[in-house]
């Protein structure tokens, strides 16, 4: 597959070179290889959207879902496909994936709509006649019928993907079901890799100790029909100690976002943008414009702007003002050209500050490196609310050593004194300024 993208690169043949591309990354997601695929997807939809390659752009993001989901990231496999399915035009193969992976997730975790979504999917898969909708879709709604007792229609559905799997993969995905749930299977049977998959073979053993190593697992992920039975099963077992479990309250943001998530999300509010988030994260601005992407769907809105109001109209950021970053006096005309999706471009006009407004520089004689900045930034924005200050922005100059930080502050002892606990440096210079047009 390696060889074929490379001789579709090297000749210029772009529809060739999409499609292996998606070949591509499609079978490390098959075999498990999720990280080793990171890099094929980040270049394939690259390639395919500099080239207009729209079909395989929607094929490279479907794989998206269903990988993320197999590694775990639920929150953001499920925002990825619902985006996809309410804003892009799909083919309905791809609209079937996304389909599958939203149905997935939402039967794990007890959604109520999993039931409309189960039964919409599996009519759907069925329609196509082709085993690898039919079987996944199957088995998922087995999977929402047992962990709620209904074992009848449970076996109903691990029968039809056994019935339509075709092929090692498949054929095993069904196999473990049909040995879960009581039905005899002549063939081999290979447990799944997923962090999901892991759980529920920890739930074929007869040993209690291995049912509660699944707990943590089932619990992180949100997977409460799963994790409700487990603990069932343990009661019943006379197991005692059984941990409670994370409240959904603490284990999960208010708008589902992820850490990565809100770490974007702070940086947009700051009127940063793909290009700089990515600097400042240390990712791709690509990975910045499907992590914004995500933000926007989960926020209910289309723009970076709006997703600013919404965050500070919600109280989902500290200080919605005052994650940005940046090289001061560099910043070129590419950048400002090469805003991906979600970015936004900052009211230019004079603002007016209910408090003083100081510039303060920090002078580091062994040089500055600008992760140890955002994180020193970071520690700001959770210390200065006791203090009543809002460090809005900052500034990086490497090769002088410099950092420059724009804070609003009751007085410039105040902002200082959010410095030292937070991280410890207190700035060199302070100066009191107004903002210009």
């Not at 069925?126 to 962990?147: C, K, N």
């Not at 702007?305 to 950021?317: I, K, N, S, V």
């Not at 950048?335 to 407004?357: F, V």
């Amino acid at each position: 597959m390696q060889r074929a993208l490379a001789v579709a690169l090297d000749h210029g043949c772009d529809t060739r070179a999409a499609r292996a591309y998606t070949n591509f990354y499609g079978n490390l997601v098959d075999a498990g290889l999720i990280a080793e695929g990171e890099r094929v997807f980040l270049d394939g939809i690259t390639f395919c959207e500099e080239h207009d390659a729209a079909t395989f752009t929607n094929c490279l993001l479907a794989t998206r879902a269903e990988a993320l989901e197999a590694d775990g990231r639920w929150d953001e496999s499920l925002a990825l496909a619902q985006e996809q399915v309410a804003h892009a035009v799909l083919s309905p193969i791809n609209r079937m994936h996304f389909l599958v992976s939203m149905a997935g997730i939402s039967a794990r975790r007890g959604a109520p709509e999993a039931a409309d979504l189960l039964d919409r999917c599996v009519s759907e898969a069925l329609s196509t006649g082709e085993p690898q909708w039919v079987v996944p879709t199957a088995l998922a709604r087995a999977d929402w019928h047992w962990f709620a007792g209904r074992d009848g229609p449970a076996i109903d559905d691990v029968q039809l993907a056994l019935d339509r799997a075709e092929g090692p993969r498949l054929v095993a995905m069904a196999s473990v079901w049909a040995r879960r749930v009581g039905l005899d299977v002549p063939v081999p049977v290979t447990a799944g890799a997923s962090p999901y998959d892991t759980a529920l073979a920890l739930l074929d053993s007869d040993d209690p100790d291995d049912w509660l190593a699944a707990l943590p697992q089932l619990d992180d992920l949100g997977a409460v029909p799963a994790a409700s039975f487990v603990r069932r099963r343990l009661r019943e077992a006379g197991v005692r100690s059984i941990p409670n479990g994370v409240r959904a309250t603490t284990r999960e943001h208010p708008a589902g976002l992820t850490a990565r998530e809100q770490e974007v999300l702070a940086r947009v509010c700051a009127g940063m943008t793909n290009e700089q988030i990515a600097r400042a994260l240390f990712i791709s601005a690509k990975t910045v414009g499907h992590h914004v992407s995500a933000v926007l769907s989960k926020l209910g809105v289309h723009t970076g702007q709006d997703a600013a109001a919404a965050a500070l109209a919600r109280g989902l950021t500290p200080q919605p003002r005052g994650t940005g970053a940046g090289n001061l006096g560099r910043r070129s005309r590419s950048a400002r050209a090469q805003r991906g999706a979600g970015s936004w471009t900052p009211d230019p006009r004079p603002k007016e500050h209910p408090m003083p407004l100081f510039m303060d520089v920090h002078s580091l004689a062994d040089g500055v490196a600008p992760g140890d900045v955002a994180k020193a930034h970071m520690a700001d924005l959770q210390t200065q609310s006791k203090y009543d200050v809002n460090y809005l922005r900052y500034w990086v100059d490497e090769s002088e050593g410099k950092i420059f930080c724009l804070v609003e502050a009751p007085s410039a002892d105040a902002a200082a004194t959010v410095h030292k606990e937070a991280h410890g440096p207190v700035a060199d210079e302070i100066y009191a300024v107004r903002e210009g047009s």
